[in-house]
């Protein structure tokens, strides 16, 4: 070029529009787009493993290469996970990662996949990290969580060792029962203790349940089955206490409770044979414990206990035991009949007798007796 030949002066870029920045900027943006695909593109194709994850809470984008993004082993502290109906893998997965049961979602959805699983709608017991694959296990084959099983007829102590059986403290059971009453657990009864409002059932126990709120459980069954059967709180302890009788004193048979209510009923009648005593030996027994022979002794029942339905006219001041549904109905429903006195003739069949008269009762005794020596040699005070 010549030195003298004139240089081109630069050409200065034409100013834009507003119109015109907001396109040319939009270009830009799709340009890193179409860029940012590329690459993932490009990653997967490699077989570098990577993906790109999109973060459901914050909608940021963050790229996880390999599996690395994933704890291991079965986990530390236990959590309780509820998976609710309709809920997918994604949303269990998230939900996961947010209780901080996994680090990730998306080597957990994996797993799902490789194993072709479904997962069910309920209460998972997890771990706090736990790897994606510890996890989904632990919802393909989820243990049975701990129970605590109340049979029908159980007393306080029965109930307390049973709780302490399944793996509570026994100081925190000790004090969630042991001088408590219906209306510490919110339900508005007058009743001495707890015996006969914790609900005969089974109660599942979740991870870091405690005894005091297995206790609550309990009570609240209470107050629904008495709910259930129409039963006033004013009256509850009354039918609650003849039903723990009538729960102890006779077998499973409907008819049989039903006689057995209406014997109680009319002892402390005004035509009552005894006095207005009810004389039931299941009061001695829970005031001394039961006898292997099932009979009392003349001393035990001379005992001034207000349990003693020897000595104290009318119903003990509260049930003696859980009774359940079929024992309440019992008493609810009493069955019609003059009856004043019964024994079970053969307590292994449970074959019951019904009398009318002291007299008759003596016969029937007989037969009672006869059964004992039969079983054990014992001739039987009662």
Known sequence: MDQNDPIDPIEEAAP?????????SRRRMMRRRRTTTIVVAALLVLGIGGVVAVSVTGGIVQEVLGRSDDY???????VSVEVLPGTSVTQIANQLVEEDVIKSSRPFIDEVERR????????????????????????????????VVIPEGFALPQIQARMIESGMAEDEVTAAIEDRTPQDYDLDIDAPSLEGYLFPATYDLQ???????????????????LADAGIEDAEANEILTLASLVEIESPADPEVRRQVARVFLNRTGDDSQTNGLLQSDATIAYIHGARDDLTTTAEERADD????????????????????RSAVDAAMDPAEGDWQFFVAVDPDTGETRFAETYDEHLENVEEYRAWLRERSGGSGDG
């Open 305 to 324: 206990n207000p349990y003693n339905t020897y000595m104290h006219e009318g119903l003990p001041p509260g049930p003696i035991n859980s009774p359940g």
């Open 116 to 147: 072709e699983v479904s997962l069910q709608a309920q209460t998972y017991s997890m771990r706090k990290q736990m790897s994606s694959a510890a996890a989904v296990e632990a919802m393909v084959n989820p243990e049975a969580a701990p129970q």
């Open 72 to 78: 291991e082993g079965e986990g530390t502290e236990p």
């Open 16 to 24: 834009l529009s507003r119109a015109e920045q907001r396109a040319q």
């Open 207 to 225: 991870p870091g349940t405690t005894a005091e709120a297995v206790v609550q459980q309990m009570v609240d069954r209470t107050a629904h089955e």
